[in-house]
Structures are given as structure tokens and as C-alpha cells.
């Protein structure tokens, strides 16, 4: 009998290291790849290092929950061409009210950063502004729902074969 349960762990273990959809038990996504937002600075520090950021912009609540975990399972597959970022806003105010959004949890991919072309007036020359092209993520809140809506917008999300 205990042949026969080593077998069954070995086909499960197999299953899921291998097959690419969810079969009912939990996936192994191994270490988070999902970051947690500190500051402004990092994630332009994130953003220049030449990736799509998808930016989760949250507070505390039960579709938060499933919404970290569809997160982790993204992040995991999406890694390294696109990196996944946590805003949890009652800790961040002023980087959630600029943009000027009411209602939480919502999803904005940041991607394509360039110098913009005029400073303007800058008050301090060290002060350097980019562009920053911003999609709103109105589709499924999946991992299939950022595949789709990766490539309906052009965005290498995986790396080429």
C-alpha cells in the first residue's frame, strides 16, 4: 500500500512541476516575485531597468486577498520580462491619490519609460522627468487575463522561443 502512495506523490509532483494549468492543488511558485512598493525612488529605479511594472494599488479587504494570490501565481510566470509591484495605499497616500482613483483594488501597467523631451521648469537641476506610458488593466484579474492583455497591447511578456 505504501508503494502505491509513493506513486500517487510522484504523479502529483510530476503533474505539477510540468502541466501549465491549475489541476486543483496548490501550485509551487517558489519565492515571491512580487514587490512591495517603499518608495517613489525604487520604483523608478524598478522602471528604468527597462520592464513592464504591473502596479497593484490596494487596501485591506477580501478580494485583496485573492488578489495578492493571482499576483504571485503572474509574477512567478511572467518573471523576469515583467515585474509585479504592491501599493498598499493607507501606507502610501500621496502616490495613490495621483492617480486619481476612487475606488480599490485597481491594476495600471507602467511601462516604456523615456526622457521626456522638454524639462520645463525645473525647481532643482537634479530633478530629471520622464514619460511613462500608463495602461489601465481592465481585463480578468488572472494570469490568463495579463497574457491576453499583454499581447493585445504588444507588450513582450515571455521570453522568445
Excluded at 524639462?119 to 489601465?136: F, I, Q, S
Excluded at 488593466?137 to 491576453?148: H, K, L, N, Q
Aim: aromatic fraction near 16%; charge should be neutral.
Amino acid at each position: 500500500m505504501e508503494e502505491d502512495s509513493s506513486f500517487f506523490d510522484r504523479m502529483i509532483t510530476h503533474l505539477r512541476s510540468t502541466c501549465k494549468y491549475y489541476i486543483g492543488y496548490p501550485k509551487d511558485l517558489g519565492p515571491s516575485r512580487v514587490f512591495h512598493f517603499t518608495s517613489e525612488r525604487d520604483f523608478v529605479k524598478l522602471l528604468h531597468e527597462g520592464f513592464p511594472v504591473v502596479v497593484a494599488f490596494t487596501i485591506r479587504g477580501s478580494y485583496t486577498e485573492h488578489l495578492d494570490k493571482v499576483l504571485e501565481e503572474a509574477g512567478a510566470e511572467f518573471y523576469p520580462r515583467v515585474k509585479f509591484m504592491r501599493v498598499e495605499c493607507p501606507k502610501y497616500p500621496g502616490f495613490c491619490l495621483t492617480r486619481q482613483k476612487t475606488e480599490y483594488p485597481f491594476v495600471e501597467i507602467f511601462y516604456s519609460p523615456e526622457q521626456a523631451a522638454s524639462e520645463g521648469r525645473v525647481a532643482d537641476p537634479n530633478t530629471t522627468k520622464y514619460n511613462v506610458k500608463v495602461l489601465p488593466f481592465t481585463y480578468d484579474v488572472s494570469a490568463y487575463g495579463f497574457r491576453e492583455f499583454f499581447k493585445r497591447h504588444g507588450i513582450q511578456a515571455s521570453d522568445p522561443k
